[in-house]
């Protein structure tokens, strides 16, 4: 049994492979034995498999991004994915049913190809492959305040009568979406729920936005095609063990 310092399952079929690899192949030269090229391949595949399926799970990176319908990022090489519509399907008693994100690969300012996310159902690009893994809620509270609009998003604040206003968070009502502020004043903090075209201290909630993000993860992983070129390895290798074997039967 070969000796490896490897630490895992993979690491000691890999050295117990190659040694084997490297034993036969040693043991047919010094007789003079014709090469059987199949069962060489085989071992062959098998140990650029272990290499490369150790290489693609190091060198993964992943990343998520969430877009807005109309929004969009660049690629590492330049392509632009842009978001034209998300929908969230539901089954009848409410249950998720999925996600669907219709994007366009552009190039340039040239839509290269139009397609639809979902989930288990990727766009790859060059390298790349995108994933349907999540969506959000998004809101904007939009105030008028002397005549002016100020807009904030859940998690920020702003000045107000010597305190500040932060927006919490909405919530989804029968009423329609109320949106959830905290009030501080003189060291005091007050809770406060207001829905669109409702006032309080002189402030008009105006409007509140809320729309659905698409969360998309790109994932990268380079040793992909080493993962192809050793599986076509092992097809050549078992087509010509197969064959090798049926000659010396004939």
């Not at 877009?67 to 409410?94: C, H, Q, S, V």
């Not at 105030?143 to 002016?148: A, I």
Request: with cysteine; proline share 3%.
């Amino acid at each position: 049994m070969a000796v490896c310092s490897f630490s895992g399952s993979s690491g000691h079929i890999f050295c117990n492979l190659l040694a084997c690899t490297l034993r036969r192949l040693s043991g047919r030269l010094r007789r003079k034995a014709p090469l059987r090229i199949g069962p060489d391949l085989i071992h062959l595949s098998l140990l650029l498999l272990i290499v490369a399926g150790g290489f693609t799970l190091f060198s993964r990176q992943e990343t998520v991004v969430f877009l807005a319908e109309g929004g969009g990022f660049e690629l590492p090489d330049g392509k632009t994915i842009r978001l034209k519509n998300f929908d969230f399907e539901m089954y009848d008693d409410g249950r998720p049913k999925d996600w669907i994100s219709r994007v366009e690969v552009l190039n340039g300012k040239d839509v290269e190809k139009t397609f639809s996310i979902e989930v288990n159902k990727p766009l790859r690009v060059g390298r790349y492959r995108i994933f349907q893994s999540s969506y959000k809620n998004d809101a904007v509270a939009v105030f008028e305040r002397d005549g002016e609009k100020v807009t904030i998003k859940p998690g920020e604040a702003m000045p107000f009568e010597g305190g500040f206003i932060g927006f919490l968070e909405y919530q989804s009502t029968p009423e329609g979406n109320a949106a959830v502020f905290i009030q501080e004043k003189d060291g005091k903090r007050t809770q406060i729920s207001l829905f669109a075209g409702e006032d309080f201290s002189g402030i008009l909630l105006s409007d509140l936005l809320v729309h659905s993000e698409s969360g998309l993860q790109v994932v990268t992983q380079k040793g992909i095609i080493l993962i192809y070129l050793s599986l076509i390895l092992l097809c050549i290798g078992m087509f010509l063990s197969f064959y090798q074997k049926l000659g010396d039967m004939n």
